[in-house]
């Protein structure tokens, strides 16, 4: 039962690349909640889990720390200020914007492939880790209402805000599961004491 429980392993490996982003870029404010980041399909940011998509989001980070607005059409458009500083964290655009997401699929040029080459290989097991492990729990059989009632944690709830404003109540570890999309903006909520810290 416990074994399948590997959020917390995964969430913990992208806190660790996290902060090896911070090392490299000390603006950077903490990830307030990196469970956030898993199980998530498709967003405006992109579309799979990846060292590629961290550090896409630390931009998001940069960009909040140093005022910047990088997305326009509520949170969609990834803009040319987005863009600049996607550049100094080492990520490339080589096509044209995408006429809804902008720049928002950068990718990693090979500098910084190198820089970050134990890190991304040391989360690229825990991904592929978490894929097996997530994959073999929804093969498993149906554990009935009791199980399904437990693994919501019965928490209490807590604020997750939105970007854009908005903000909900819940549990954290049915966040953890699972990212909770703003329907206003199209990104996900988070829990925000770290970054309400951080930029505090
Ligand atoms: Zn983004
Ligand atoms: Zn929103």
């Keep these: 039962m416990s074994t399948t429980q590997t959020p917390p392993v995964l969430a913990a ?41 961290l550090l896409h989001e630390a931009v998001h980070g940069i960009a909040a720390a140093r005022g910047v607005r990088d997305t326009s059409r509520a949170g969609r458009y990834h803009n040319r200020r987005f863009l600049a500083i996607a550049e100094e964290l080492g990520l490339d655009h080589p096509e044209e914007p995408h006429p809804s997401s902008g720049f928002s699929l950068v990718t990693l040029s090979p500098e910084a492939k190198r820089r970050y080459r134990p890190t991304i290989e040391r989360l690229q097991r825990a991904l592929k880790a ?71």
Excluded at 160 to 177: E, I, K, Y
Aim: glycine letters at 10%; charged letters at 20%.
């Design 130 to 200: 978490h894929t097996a492990a997530t994959s073999a729990d929804t093969s498993r059989t149906f554990r009935g209402p009791a199980a399904r009632h437990g693994s919501s944690g019965g928490g209490v709830r807590v604020k997750a805000v939105c970007d854009c404003g908005r903000n909900v109540r819940v549990v954290p570890s049915v966040l953890a599961q699972a990212p909770i999309m703003c329907g206003g903006c199209g990104k996900p909520f988070r829990i925000p004491e770290i970054v309400g810290a951080a930029a505090s």
């Design 13 to 53: 490996e992208l806190a660790q690349a996290w902060a090896d982003i911070q090392r490299y870029h000390p603006e950077l404010p903490d990830l307030a909640a990196p469970e956030s980041l898993i199980g998530e399909s498709s967003s405006a940011c992109g579309h799979e889990l990846s060292f590629e998509r």
